[in-house]
């Protein structure tokens, strides 16, 4: 990930517009926030135009040979046109959202709200972040500031009025939690026969190396599925391995890829930064299309460790879920980018920074390993990048084992490996209820650049084992600390996370959605 970032302050006349709105928001009915609220989304709406018009003019004359910055603007174009696209959908639940006493649904409703708002904030810092990379990106990354600022603003503004607007009472946040604590209503046999192994889901298409299949590459298979698919679309991909990189984008909706077992169904390619790429634009695999799931596949970015920023697998799909899968690589293995995930039963693999990113996304029984580097690096297993307090996001890993692969145990005295670094100023990390072992160093955490965000991150564990769960020799900063309590412990786990009730069922995999 990008060792970059701005602490830009809001202007002034946002802070006018947000104590506005907050002062108003107190003594009018739910009916008046709304409109206000779509009336605030409808003016950062004709924001983001005016940026993508911006970008696309820079582009267009952009220097031919500037391969990387001319990415970062594409990449700028595909976050803001998803920009757009979750304010159109913040608009259509904001008109639906619940005003009877329905709690459940209420419940359900402000997560998505708030959501789809982190999501469009978090497109904003990657826009930008895309233009760090070298001088003749950041001399662009200058002409699109102000712009992406003042959106992102607008953007945050917005999240702070829908959470005035739908923060429960009292005994709405008992009654939800109560509700989003039931794992029992679900259908067990349902998910078994999509679980084991002899209960075969049936396929739409079939994807096979060999040309046994409908299709010989993963992309082929994709770009023929359906658009806006309303039901579960499958992809079976047999064992072999397919060199390609392959992009899910956000018309896919509901696409789910199915291996043959990630020992032999392998996606992989080695775009990088090193290579020329920016980091969003490196993945082997990005996924953006709602409702993504994948099962039985590694998924690997095979640029080595000297290829800086390389990622294997990259989510912004909500709703996304991946089970019996493996991500490979070495710095910036698994890009968690937005939204809505869960990963269980699946292995993690890298370096530097190589869980990141700014989801609400939780890690269950799966297997953490650090690698050995390049020479003077070490290892982080996350780097979060909230920039908002506002934002429901977060990197949960939750019962997992945290260890060192067969490379990195002779030497890991001489590779430093820690639990994660603050990426960004709000960055939350959580690891609770897992094993660690003496890979991490005592102090658990790392700086990402002095002092920053040690005030204003949010580091906990929570009932770890292993030798390297000791958190007697742990940092000191504000931000960082060990919980005590059930409940807050509670607040992150699947089911109040990532409200994992209400959408885990459908997978077929399997989950604890508590403690």
Not at 309 to 321: E, H, K, N, P
Not at 427 to 440: K, L
Request: hydrophobic content about 35%; some cysteine; glycine content about 8%.
């Amino acid at each position: 990930m990008w060792d970059y970032y701005s602490n830009s302050g809001m202007s002034c006349s946002l802070v006018v517009l947000f104590v506005f709105a907050n002062l108003l928001l107190l003594t009018t009915s739910t009916t008046t926030q709304k409109d206000m609220i779509e009336s605030t989304i409808n003016k950062t709406k004709h924001i983001i135009q005016t940026n993508l018009h911006t970008i696309n003019n820079l582009l267009i004359k952009a220097n031919p040979d500037d391969h990387r910055t001319k990415i970062a603007l594409q990449d700028c174009l595909e976050l803001g046109d998803g920009t757009l696209q979750r304010l159109d959908m913040v608009i259509r639940e904001l008109r639906a959202y619940p005003t009877t006493n329905n709690i459940y649904n209420k419940a359900s409703a402000a997560d998505n709200l708030r959501t789809m708002m982190s999501t469009t904030i978090t497109n904003k810092e990657t826009c930008l972040d895309g233009l760090s990379h070298d001088a003749p990106s950041k001399k662009v990354r200058k002409k699109i500031f102000l712009g992406q600022d003042r959106g992102g603003q607008m953007c945050s503004n917005a999240l702070a009025m829908i959470i005035n607007m739908t923060t429960p009472s009292s005994d709405d946040r008992r009654i939800k939690k109560v509700v989003v604590s039931w794992p029992e209503w679900l259908s067990v046999g349902d998910r078994r026969r999509l679980l084991q192994s002899g209960g075969e889901v049936t396929p739409n298409v079939t994807v096979a190396a060999d040309g046994s299949g409908d299709y010989t590459n993963v992309g082929a298979a994709v770009a023929a599925a359906p658009s806006k698919s309303g039901s579960r679309y499958v992809i079976k991909i047999k064992a072999g391995v397919y060199r390609e990189n392959v992009n899910i984008p956000s018309s896919k909706t509901n696409i789910m890829l199915i291996g043959d077992g990630r020992s032999n169904t392998i996606i992989t390619a080695s775009e990088s930064v090193a290579g020329g790429n920016t980091t969003f634009n490196s993945a082997t695999v990005a996924a953006v299309g709602d409702g993504f799931l994948a099962r039985d596949i590694t998924f690997q970015n095979a640029a080595g460790p000297s290829g800086e920023q390389a990622v294997a697998l990259r989510v912004g799909s909500d709703l996304s879920a991946f089970y019996r899968c493996a991500m490979l690589a070495y710095q910036d293995t698994l890009y968690v980018h937005s939204n809505r995930q869960f990963y269980v039963n699946c292995v993690v693999v890298g370096t530097v920074d190589f869980i990141f990113g700014n989801a609400a996304a939780v890690f269950q029984n799966c297997d953490i390993q650090a690698r050995k580097p390049n020479p003077k690096q070490k290892n982080m297993v996350t780097a979060q990048g909230r920039t908002d307090p506002n934002q429901n996001t977060g990197i949960v890993i939750q019962k997992c084992t945290i260890s060192a692969t067969s490379d990195l145990q002779p030497v890991q005295a001489d590779f430093p490996t820690y639990l994660g670094r603050p990426w960004k100023e709000y960055s939350r990390t959580v690891v609770m209820q897992s094993t660690i072992s003496d890979v991490i160093n005592p102090a658990g955490w790392y700086p990402w650049d002095g002092d920053f965000a040690l005030n204003t991150l949010y580091y906990r564990e929570y009932q770890n084992t292993g030798p390297g769960a000791d958190t007697s020799n742990r940092v000191t900063w504000p931000g960082w600390g060990v919980i005590t309590s059930a409940t807050e412990a509670a607040s992150f786990t699947p089911g109040s996370f990532i409200a994992g009730g209400t959408w885990l069922p459908a997978t077929g995999f399997p989950y604890s959605l508590g403690l």
